[in-house]
Nanobody, 119 residues
Framework: QVQLVESGGGLVQAGGSLRLSCAAS????????MGWYRQAPGKQRELVAT???????NYASSVKGRFTISRDNAKNTVYLQMNSLKPEDTAVYYC?????????????WGQGTQVTVSS
């Protein structure tokens, strides 16, 4: 079991920046992939960015060039630096931890943190 606690959300004007953090604890795999997903009202949860234990990153096309995901393995923490925010980035942002064992994928989710971008 992995516990995830997000922080750093809030209200910001368009063009501004925010940095989200997610601290993991519990049974953390050394080969996990951590990531950020978001869900806007009335929409499905979507991938924002992921980062593997080796540092390989993947971004949604809508955030590429504006958002940067990073991780500190010593602190079991993943970050999401969000720059040039747009109103359409408004959503609840969820931290995710995923690892694969014996062909099964195990996902853990944080409680979510609200990001609101005003125009």
């Amino acid at each position: 079991q992995v516990q995830l606690v997000e922080s750093g959300g809030g209200l910001v004007q368009a063009g501004g920046s925010l940095r989200l953090s997610c601290a993991a604890s519990g049974s953390i795999s050394s080969t996990n992939t951590m990531g950020w997903y978001r869900q806007a009202p009335g929409k499905q949860r979507e991938l924002v960015a992921t980062i593997t234990s080796g540092g390989r990153t993947n971004y949604a096309s809508s955030v590429k060039g504006r958002f940067t995901i990073s991780r500190d393995n010593a602190k079991n923490t993943v970050y999401l630096q969000m720059n040039s925010l747009k109103p359409e980035d408004t959503a609840v942002y969820y931290c995710n931890d995923k690892f694969i064992r014996a062909l099964n994928a195990y996902n853990s989710w944080g409680q979510g943190t609200q990001v609101t971008v005003s125009s």
